[in-house]
């Protein structure tokens, strides 16, 4: 299962080694929930090339002004500690993972 996590946990964890994806999303908003089961299916699936994560957008609010996240769900890739990646909207698992492999010049697919 995604974790959820907060601001405090987010910054360490987006310097880790291992690439982030993370899901901004809210509990009341009907295309993040229709794109929750792909995430899901991406960490079961990808978590030994990236984290995955939620943020709840209502819930830190810090993390979605200073990443600049206005539409939701919005996923952003994070390498290195810096943002390498942003789609918005509901996006099929075949378009995320190749944009992912993509920006991350290695191939998933």
Known sequence: MVQNIRKNEFESLIKSSKPVLADFYAEWCSPCKMLAPTIEEIHNEYNDYFETVKVNVDENPELTEYYGVSGIPALLLFKDGKEILRMSGVQTKERIISAI?????????
């Open 101 to 109: 492999s993509e920006k991350m010049g290695e191939s998933l697919v």
